[in-house]
């Protein structure tokens, strides 16, 4: 029986290839970097130009985990307000977070454009759409925030959102045209192209199952019988965490963010759906995100089940939520179903750890990934090079895991069924 999932429609440039490269055994670096996703390759990116010797081990291939398969949505921010976060970490920390969060797109752009990468992109914004009263008045709040700090923000009437979207069925929204969308698949190949480029070696098919403490050094040993010595190691798995460092996959709970891609819109269809080229996510508790793809396309993302799907019905809520936003798409083909795991932390943030010296791990993406992981690699990298805390926007803080683990993902499917229930009532 044929897999009920597909590849996903973006695509790697045509000039990548493997990565095989290993550093000769024997011969310590200064940082392994166990993941190669867009944190991992990022960090390997900016350390390596401040001449660190990086050695990235990847699991699988390039690009197959979340970094390759998310929807493409480079939004800045966090999921907090600026006075949340000011309030929560304090004026100094939090003023700090604030404009590092708000740079994060910045970060993608500005590295697409000065490093020349092959990724298709449009920089037209994102727009929250809020779909009740009380979701706008929280719109209404985070838009006063934002243009307090300089940013280019807009709320949208209940016309504007219509124009701007061609859907059906919101109040009115918010657009921060920070924002923009790419291909992850393609930008997370360049990422690892350029890094490779810049002096850092890069071995896919290295799946790392052992860290242990030796004379000073960090001996990291793989499936495949590499070892590497290294003065530091990142860990950068995210939601593919497993049991390498103690705890820390129990600080997070893996969630499958499942996609769907239409055939080519017709011209006619295209004129009148996100004819902007803008991103979209509502504000529904279990949130739809959607944009248009270089080729055409309509694709749309939603949380999935819990478990690996079983069949093609396992997206049908992400086609009805099409069909409810967009009555006139019923009768077009869905060419393209795929998933990816992504991590949730508990409050929301994304955690540092550092529990033993030289050994580093990050966590959590809470759905803007793209921009916060590229921007944050560059604060890790500087970290690594100089040993400056105040590099990290966020703090170092212990490895936590999360009361009755074990039980976590069964509370978390109830309360997402919980939610789209409720969601169903505020239509």
């Not at 949208?156 to 291909?183: F, N, P």
């Not at 992400?318 to 179903?337: D, F, H, N, Q, T």
């Not at 683990?405 to 789209?420: K, L, M, N, P, S």
Request: charged share 20%; net charge neutral; proline share 6%.
């Amino acid at each position: 029986m044929p897999a009920p999932f597909s590849d996903p429609i973006w695509q790697k440039p045509k000039a990548v290839s493997a990565f095989p490269s290993l550093f000769p055994a024997g011969s310590p670096v200064d940082v392994v970097i166990v993941g190669g996703g867009i944190m991992g390759l990022s960090t390997a990116l900016h350390a390596a130009r401040l001449g660190l010797a990086v050695q990235v081990l990847e699991a699988g291939a390039i690009g197959e985990g979340a970094s390759g398969l998310n929807g493409g949505q480079v939004i800045p921010g966090l999921k907090y307000d600026p006075e949340w976060l000011v309030e929560h970490f304090g004026l100094e920390r939090g003023e700090a977070l604030v404009n590092f969060a708000a740079s994060t797109a910045d970060a993608v752009f500005d590295l697409i454009r000065d490093e020349r990468l092959a990724v298709p992109f449009v920089r037209n914004g994102w727009i929250q759409a809020t779909h009740t009263e009380t979701a706008l008045k929280a719109a209404v709040n985070r838009d006063r925030q934002w243009r307090a700090r300089g940013a280019d923000v807009e709320l949208l009437s209940q016309a504007e959102i219509a124009a701007m979207t061609g859907a059906q069925g919101y109040l009115g929204g918010w657009l921060d045209r920070r924002a923009g969308v790419i291909d992850p698949l393609a930008y997370t190949s360049e990422l690892a192209r350029v890094a490779t480029a810049a002096g850092a070696r890069i071995a896919e098919r290295q799946k790392v199952v052992k860290l242990a403490k030796d004379a000073g050094f960090w001996r990291v040993s793989t499936a495949n019988g590499a070892e590497l010595r290294a003065k530091a190691v990142v860990l950068a798995t995210n939601a593919y965490t497993g049991g390498l460092l103690p705890g820390l996959a129990e600080t997070i709970v893996p969630l499958h963010s499942f996609q769907i891609a239409t055939a080519p819109l017709s011209s006619n269809l295209a004129a009148t759906i996100l004819p902007e080229g803008q991103a979209v996510s509502d504000s529904r508790r279990i949130l739809v995100y959607y944009r248009k793809s270089a080729d055409g396309r309509l694709v749309l993302g939603g949380r999935g089940r819990m478990a690996q799907p079983a069949s093609e019905g396992d997206w049908a809520h992400l086609e009805r939520a099409l069909v409810r936003l967009y009555p006139a798409l019923a009768g077009v083909a869905i060419e393209k179903r795929w998933f990816g795991r992504v991590a949730m932390t508990p409050d929301h943030l994304p955690h540092i750890h550092e529990p033993e010296p030289g050994l580093l791990a990050v966590v959590g993406c809470q759905g803007r990934g793209v921009g916060l992981m590229t921007a944050l690699g560059g604060r890790m990298a500087s970290y690594l090079a100089n040993g400056d805390i105040n590099q990290l926007p966020f703090p170092l803080s212990p490895i936590r895991p999360i009361p009755f683990h074990a039980f976590r993902q069964i509370g978390v499917a109830a309360t997402i069924a919980w939610y789209r229930m409720l969601d169903a009532f505020e239509r």
